[in-house]
């Protein structure tokens, strides 16, 4: 949601009451479930490779849906959509 944004692009994402973070594959299943909170969500980018190289692990939780741990602040972008 747009109301939490400032404290995850400060402290991260972390799974808090669930098991593990879920992260999307796909921008509109991200912006799907996003909008169970926010009617205009926010869409946040995490760099995969930035995110593996510091040693954190990702899970295979389906075939559209990833999960990890934790993720860090420093591997978070806010997603702004390239023209074609």
């Known amino acids: 949601s747009r109301k939490i944004t400032p404290v995850i692009l400060k402290d991260g994402i972390k799974s808090m009451d669930r098991q593990y973070v879920h992260l999307s594959q796909v921008v509109q299943e991200a912006i799907r479930v996003g909008k169970r909170k926010d009617g205009e969500p926010v869409i946040l980018q995490i760099d995969a ?17 990833w999960l990890s741990d934790y993720i860090p602040p420093d591997v978070i972008s806010i997603y702004k959509k390239l023209k074609t």
Request: charged content about 35%.
């Open 49 to 65: 490779e930035k995110t593996f190289h510091k040693g954190i692990t990702f899970y295979e939780g389906n075939d559209r849906i």
